[in-house]
Each structure stands twice: as C-alpha cells, then as structure tokens.
C-alpha cells in the first residue's frame, strides 16, 4: 500500500528542557531520556507504523537569531555537532535515512518582536505561511506536532489546506471532562502540583490553591485546531502514576515512556487503520 508522507514539527528548546538525548538524574541513578522522536524513528523501523508512513521530514522552528533561543539550546546548538550532545543519538537512522538529514528549519522569528508590538501578528502570518509553503513542497499529508511552542492558526482553520491534517501529541490528558485534564505548555508541572494537593491559579506568581490530590496522569494524541490542546481526540493512554516526591524529568520520564509513547503509536495506528498491536515496548530505543 501507499505510504502516508510524515511530517513532524517540533520546538528544539522544548526539548532542550527535557534533556532530551541525555541522562537525567533519576532516584538517584540515571535514566536516558528518550525523545519522541526517537521513539517515532525506531516505531517506523520496527513496527507496522512503518508499513503505512513515510517520514519526509523534521522541521524546528527555533530562530538562531534570537538571543533567547540560543541560550535555551545552550549545548545544543541549532544543528547536530560531531562531539558534541544532541536530542537523539548521532547515529539515528529511520527508514533508511539518518534523522539528521531529515532536519530543517522554518525559523518563528516573529517571537523575536515584543508582545504589544504592531507587527508581531504580520509576523505570525508570514511564519505560517512559510510553514504552509514547506509542507507543500514536501507533499505532507500528516503533521505531527511535538512541544511546537507555537499556537497554529491559518494552518488548522475548517477550510484551509492543513485542517484536521494535523495533530500533536501532548504530556497530558486533554479531554475536558476529564478529571486528570491538563491542558497547556505547563501540564506536567500542573500534574505534579496536583499529585501534591495543589492547583496552580497564576502561572505567572505560581499562586496555589488546595485540592483533593490527584496522582495520576498521561497522554492525548489530538487533532490541532486554533485552541490550546482543545481539538478532537484520537487516542489518549491514562497510565502514569505520579510520586509528589518526582522531580519534574522524573515524571516526564515516567510520562513519555508509561503513556505519551503509547498514545502516540496508538493515535498514528488509528489513523492508519492498523491493529494496535504490536506496540513498540515503552522505553525502546533507551541507553
């Protein structure tokens, strides 16, 4: 059968703040912190997942520009380095192709401009048009987003040409109604303050209000639509427990690999049409 052509978009400096590709501190040992991108290169290696995708390409959408960005990929850099750490290991291949090759950059340099500023919502526009322009070159006909610190807009409007082509997968469980709902660039920490009896009411003051503890949390693989993590679900995985004494890489640790990776695999299963079964196992990939 025909493949659908992939392509995934993601923030590096999101990453950079998971450590990805490193080992992190974790009860007192270290653990690999497998990003999930390198969890989606070995699924389509080593799974049916590769039978039905194609990954055309991994755009970032980091601005070299900025001094901001380069401080947040402060041992990155904006391109992998022989020697040097990178998000996944150098050697990374998926269908056949190195992920390094895969890489390229559509820079959101309207961030650059202050919040208030006249200009920044033309900004907004160009970059999604540039997006828009990449994609089409590409032949994409899925998107996956991962941590993209970018609120998409003409992109995923009923009518343009990438509605309900695009979908994000997020640490969190979005569905509304849920009373494990964590929506938002804050849901893992806002999981953590929730498993020790807290609800954050002002991000900006971390102000906290006493709650019931809820110790549990995970995933929603969604469709992207112009809210915040608010599109339709396709796939959600509830099955991480969330110790109050986790610091925040330990739960994302537990996170990704207990339910973020499974909603992924799972989501782009549906999508295809596929069994959910066999499922990469949780932590493959890992070193």
């Known amino acids: 059968m025909s493949k659908t052509k992939l392509v995934y978009i993601w923030s590096l400096r999101n990453a950079a703040a998971d450590q990805a590709g490193q080992h992190i501190a974790y009860k007192g040992g270290k653990r690999y912190m497998t990003s999930p991108l390198e969890y989606l290169a070995h699924a389509l290696d080593r799974t049916p997942l590769g039978d039905a995708y194609s990954l055309e390409a991994v755009i970032f959408d ?3 520009g900025s001094p901001r960005d380069r401080e947040k990929l402060h041992g990155y850099g904006f391109s992998p380095r022989p020697g040097q750490p990178w998000f996944y290991p150098h050697d990374l291949a998926v269908q056949g192709r190195l992920a390094s090759d895969l890489l390229m950059a559509v820079p959101s340099t309207y961030r650059r401009l202050p919040l208030d500023s006249p200009d920044r919502a033309a900004g907004k526009r160009a970059f999604e048009a540039r997006l828009l322009d990449k994609l089409a070159t590409l032949g994409a006909e899925l998107v996956v987003l991962d941590g993209l610190l970018v609120i998409l807009d003409a ?9 309900r082509k695009i979908v994000n997968i997020h640490p969190g469980i979005t569905r509304i109604d849920s009373p494990y709902e964590r929506r938002g660039a804050y849901a893992t ?3 953590l303050h929730g498993a020790r009896g807290q609800r954050v009411v002002d991000w900006a003051t971390m102000a906290t209000r006493p709650v019931p503890p809820v110790r549990k949390t995970g995933a929603s693989f969604h469709y992207v639509d112009n809210g915040i993590d608010s599109g339709e679900v396709i796939a959600d ?3 991480t427990d969330i110790d109050p004494a986790d610091t925040i890489l330990e ?3 537990n996170n990704f690999n207990r339910s973020l990776f499974p909603a992924l695999y799972r989501g782009l299963a549906t999508m295809a049409g596929l069994e959910l079964a066999p499922e990469l196992p949780a932590g493959e990939g890992t070193r």
């Open 251 to 253: 739960l994302r640790w």
């Open 189 to 191: 920490l806002d999981a």
């Open 62 to 64: 980091d601005d070299e």
């Open 237 to 239: 995985v509830l099955n």
């Open 155 to 163: 992109l995923v409007r009923p009518g343009a040409p990438y509605h």
